[in-house]
């Protein structure tokens, strides 16, 4: 009962919110603490084993803020890392949040993972997020690891950060990571795909979900043009993309984001993998506790890993 609740009030203010078309500090500091409470519920929560540090630490004109999640049996820091970049539509999120996931993410795939506490709007908008990942990725590999040895994870909005880092680290002179995971990311913030998407797929969604979707992201954006590459990432310079592993519900709002992306990248000779599950929500790989293809989906993001960290090169 107290799930269908939680999602009859989600949808009331996804509702508002697309009617309104804006979004206000008090509102996101509302959603950011629901987020929270809703995603350490017992079928998201961590493992009892996992092992958490706090890491504040000045480096590079800036700060690293985040946390290193780590399961029993996982290998060094200095060996292998997953760098996890958390969704939220720019605003809310948080290692905290999504601990559950990074739990699981070590146990499946081996590894430390570092899950990167950036800055949100409205308090900071771009570039402060993208700044943020690039500079933890820069931190990795300043600590003494290669960037053969770190896989780039995030979802949704986290999913946008983690595909545009690899063009930002080739652009500031550094090598690209092995690989890069993306669960139902955001590939437009302007949400155009996404309408488009809906409209041309007959997807039960309603209209307003991308209108709400778009008011959600635009603090982050704001003066940003819309075909910017590191806004629109199928604008950006794919030529530099490492292996990408893509997946996503093939009924949810960001399906389209997906399946552009990965045809994007995939038309230029890169190397691009989609997985589309039937009917899930909307990053449903938090509920692998709960759910069978949140596991396998959790399965093949180690395979992934696996995979590329052991191919000559990475990219």
Known sequence: MAVTRSRHTAALYVRRLAARGTITLAEVRAMRVMLERYMTRPEFRADPSTSVEQVRERFDGGQVRGEWVERPGVGSRDSAVVLYVHGGGFVAGSPLSHRGLTSELSARTKRPVFSLDYRRAPEYVYPAAGDDVLRAYAWLLESGL????????????????????????????LPVPAGVVALSPVVDPTMELSGRWVASNSADLPDYFTDAGRALMAPNWKGVEAAHPELLLTNDDLSVMPPVLVQASDNEL??????????????????????????????????????????????????????????????
């Open 254 to 315: 960001l399906a389209g984001d997906a399946k552009t992306y990965v045809d994007s990248l995939n038309a230029i000779g890169g190397n691009a993998r989609l997985s589309l599950f039937h009917r899930k929500f909307h990053v449903f790989q938090a509920a692998h506790r709960v759910s069978r293809a949140a596991s396998r989906a959790l399965d093949e993001v180690a395979e992934f890993v696996e995979s590329v960290s052991a191919a000559e090169g990475g990219a």
């Open 146 to 173: 290669s960037a053969q040895q770190i896989v780039v994870c995030g979802d949704s909005a986290g999913g946008h950060l983690a595909l545009g880092l690899s063009p930002r680290a080739h652009r500031a002179g």
